[in-house]
């Protein structure tokens, strides 16, 4: 009986949709989030991707932030933010993700601190960045001073469970 549903046919069929349902995924994650045309927010320079990269640096800055973006949202979108942050002394570092979905790539900010390990690293995340940097947090405590969460929480575990809230004027 089994020989009678499982034939070249049935497989052809699964197959293709197998396909399908992956190329349709693939699409999905490539429509992003419109970055918003507000000019009440200025920049004071082009924003522009160094090695998949949206970086803000600060001479001889001894703290820096990777920060996780959203699902489906650009580093651009978050260019204002590192902008203003950079300006109180702290280097910023936004990485573009794998398929624009952080959760994919959570291991990205290793790029970035361990070729700048000199530094005392935070790392946060907007939404979907904020679980991917808690992921992250947890397993690299020996390299992160600190998370910060926007609009996102980490999960359930043993080393972020009790949070530390910081508020600066």
């Known amino acids: 009986m089994i020989k009678k549903i499982v034939n070249k ?6 197959g293709c949709i197998v396909l399908i349902c992956l190329l349709s995924f ?12 507000d000019p009440t927010i200025v920049l004071d320079e082009e924003v522009q991707l160094e090695n998949d ?8 800055a001894t703290t820096g932030l ?17 902008q203003e942050v950079s300006k109180q002394g702290i280097s910023v570092a936004i990485p573009t993700v794998t398929l624009n979905l952080p959760i994919v790539d959570q ?8 070729r700048n390990d000199e530094m005392e690293w935070f790392i946060g995340g907007h939404s979907m ?4 940097a808690a992921m992250y947090a947890d397993q690299h405590l ?7 969460l926007l609009g996102a929480y980490a999960a359930d575990n043993d080393d972020l469970k009790t949070p530390i809230y910081l508020c600066y004027p």
């Not at 693939?26 to 045309?37: G, S």
């Not at 990269?53 to 001889?60: C, G, S």
């Not at 990777?66 to 590192?82: F, N, S």
Request: aromatic share 16%; no cysteine.
């Open 9 to 14: 046919k049935t497989l052809l069929i699964l």
């Open 26 to 37: 693939f699409v999905w994650t490539q429509f992003t989030y419109k970055l918003i045309d």
């Open 53 to 60: 990269w949206l970086v803000y640096t600060v001479e001889d």
């Open 66 to 82: 990777i920060l996780y973006p959203g699902a489906k949202v650009l580093p651009e979108a978050y260019a204002y933010l590192a």
């Open 107 to 114: 291991s990205k900010a290793a790029e970035f601190i361990d």
């Open 129 to 132: 960045g904020g679980a991917a």
């Open 142 to 148: 020996d390299k992160v001073n600190g998370l910060i």
